[in-house]
């Protein structure tokens, strides 16, 4: 096992949260984020919007296409006090801390009356979210999303205007969506077999009471076991990368996939990765791009030949390595290079100097 803090791009993959078995992670995951926008569409009228002055109608009392109920936001025309401004505010509880949230509505600006030309408001949450949002033109319902990590379960929505007068903003629609559900931003997880190995590499770009990892393997999907323990970085915001390898894995198919414990004992799953063990495995080499180092599965030094993008052969320190044979390219210039073994019609496999 190792952690190493090098660059790395790649696709985000999400964990899923779960106190439950394993045949519950969808079923925990759906319930653990219970929170939700109270009457998103003002169809009930003031219902869930109290302890603010609000103004609810149709949507053709201020230019719009139908009967919707919408809700406005302005100043009203006294621009020395705020009490007879119109807003919007709530309370909403059920968030979980450490998880990451989008606030999602729809607004535009208001087509009748002396409306301004440019109407502002600034959407808060509390202390975790401060947003001025802008509209100006035609009635144009557009969608807005804003992200925020909560810090505690409950917190307040609030939508107050930037401007004087009493023609301004429309909202509607309002959503409430788990936007990242963990503390854990995993960026990349992979599995690939080595000659007797299976090697497992995979990456955070932030992480929030992580205790660490343990890599689990299963031949169905149902019957889980540990195969290697890492340990987390507890609290970080900077790119980190782990690996680790089974070093005696299962014959053909199997599966595999990171268990990540929390400080408090809370567990979080990632994707499934499937792997299959074969008697002879093509060349594969990490990472890549790489800068200083490449590993290439191929377990005999001096045997691996390194070649320039011209085909020519280049010279590079060879070792030995538990997961093959390290290539030491730091001299190299940058560029693209090919990995192949020296035995007649071997297959070949690229990587890139950076």
Same mark, same amino acid.
């Given at each position: 096992?190792?952690?190493?803090?090098?660059?790395?791009?790649?696709?985000?993959?999400?964990?899923?949260?779960?106190?439950?078995?394993?045949?519950?992670?969808?079923?925990?995951?759906? =319930?653990?984020?219970?929170?939700?926008?109270?009457?998103?569409?003002?169809?009930?009228?003031?219902?869930?919007?109290?302890?603010?002055?609000?103004?609810?109608?149709?949507?053709?009392?201020?230019?719009?296409?139908?009967?919707?109920?919408?809700?406005?936001?302005?100043?009203?025309?006294?621009?020395?006090? +705020?009490?007879?401004?119109?807003?919007?505010?709530?309370?909403?509880?059920?968030?979980?801390?450490?998880?990451?949230?989008?606030?999602?509505?729809?607004?535009?600006?208001?087509?009748?009356?002396?409306?301004?030309?440019?109407?502002?408001?600034?959407?808060?949450?509390?202390?975790?979210?401060?947003?001025?949002?802008?509209?100006?033109?035609?009635?144009?319902?557009?969608?807005?999303?804003?992200?925020?990590?909560?810090?505690?379960?409950? @917190?307040?929505?609030?939508?107050?205007?930037?401007?004087?007068? &009493?023609?301004?903003?429309?909202?509607?629609?309002?959503?409430?969506?788990?936007?990242?559900?963990?503390?854990?931003?995993?960026?990349?997880?992979?599995?690939?077999?080595?000659?007797?190995?299976?090697?497992?590499?995979?990456?955070?770009?932030?992480?929030?009471?992580?205790?660490?990892?343990?890599?689990?393997?299963?031949?169905?999907?149902?019957?889980?076991?540990?195969?290697?323990?890492?340990?987390?970085? =507890?609290? &970080?915001?900077?790119?980190?990368?782990?690996?680790? +390898?089974?070093?005696?894995?299962?014959?053909?198919?199997?599966?595999?996939?990171?268990?990540?414990?929390?400080?408090?004992?809370?567990?979080?799953?990632?994707?499934?990765?499937?792997?299959?063990?074969?008697?002879?495995?093509?060349?594969?080499?990490?990472?890549?791009?790489?800068?200083?180092?490449? @590993?290439?599965?191929?377990?005999?030094?001096?045997?691996?030949?390194?070649?320039?993008? &011209?085909?020519?052969?280049?010279?590079?320190?060879?070792?030995? @390595?538990?997961?093959?044979?390290?290539?030491?390219?730091?001299?190299?210039?940058?560029?693209?290079?090919?990995?192949?073994?020296?035995?007649?019609?071997?297959?070949?496999?690229?990587?890139?100097?950076?």
């Amino acid at each position: 096992m190792m952690t190493i803090s090098n660059a790395m791009g790649g696709r985000v993959v999400r964990l899923f949260r779960s106190t439950a078995g394993v045949a519950g992670v969808l079923a925990a995951f759906t =319930g653990a984020y219970a929170q939700s926008i109270t009457n998103p569409g003002f169809e009930s009228g003031t219902t869930g919007w109290s302890g603010c002055p609000l103004e609810i109608n149709p949507a053709n009392v201020y230019g719009g296409p139908n009967t919707s109920k919408v809700a406005e936001v302005d100043g009203d025309n006294d621009p020395n006090i +705020t009490t007879d401004d119109r807003t919007l505010c709530q309370t909403i509880t059920g968030f979980t801390v450490g998880a990451v949230y989008a606030l999602e509505f729809e607004a535009t600006r208001r087509q009748t009356g002396p409306t301004p030309a440019s109407v502002s408001v600034t959407v808060t949450i509390d202390n975790v979210l401060s947003q001025v949002i802008t509209r100006t033109g035609g009635w144009n319902m557009a969608r807005e999303r804003l992200t925020f990590a909560p810090t505690s379960t409950t @917190h307040n929505l609030r939508i107050t205007p930037n401007f004087t007068g &009493s023609h301004g903003m429309l909202f509607d629609n309002f959503n409430l969506v788990v936007a990242s559900p963990l503390p854990i931003e995993l960026v990349a997880f992979d599995a690939w077999v080595l000659p007797g190995a299976v090697r497992l590499e995979w990456a955070t770009a932030s992480e929030r009471d992580n205790a660490g990892f343990t890599v689990e393997r299963s031949t169905d999907l149902e019957r889980w076991e540990a195969v290697a323990e890492v340990p987390g970085a =507890g609290n &970080s915001q900077q790119l980190l990368r782990y690996a680790a +390898t089974d070093g005696s894995p299962l014959p053909g198919s199997a599966y595999y996939r990171l268990k990540q414990t929390d400080l408090d004992g809370t567990v979080d799953y990632s994707e499934v990765r499937h792997v299959v063990s074969r008697d002879r495995e093509d060349p594969h080499l990490w990472p890549n791009p790489a800068g200083s180092m490449v @590993h290439v599965n191929m377990d005999t030094p001096d045997r691996v030949q390194v070649l320039d993008a &011209s085909g020519r052969l280049v010279q590079v320190l060879q070792e030995a @390595h538990p997961t093959g044979t390290l290539l030491h390219i730091a001299h190299l210039p940058v560029g693209l290079y090919q990995v192949r073994s020296v035995d007649a019609g071997a297959p070949s496999v690229r990587f890139i100097k950076e």
